[in-house]
């Protein structure tokens, strides 16, 4: 795991990310303390979780 800022790309405002692999349901990482998950494709960044 690598802890990073959030790529600009996502968000203009200060926050930390994390980068892992992850080969299992990713829904079982989901938690409220989660704000959203993305899968890196390449350059792109993919959606596939946001706490509402």
Request: charged fraction near 30%.
């Amino acid at each position: 795991m690598e802890l990073m800022p959030v790529p600009r790309k996502l968000s203009s405002s200060c926050g930390i990310a994390a980068q892992f692999g992850f080969d299992e349901d990713i829904r079982s990482m989901i938690s409220e303390d989660i704000e959203s998950l993305y899968e890196i494709k390449g350059m792109e960044y993919k959606l596939i979780y946001r706490n509402t």
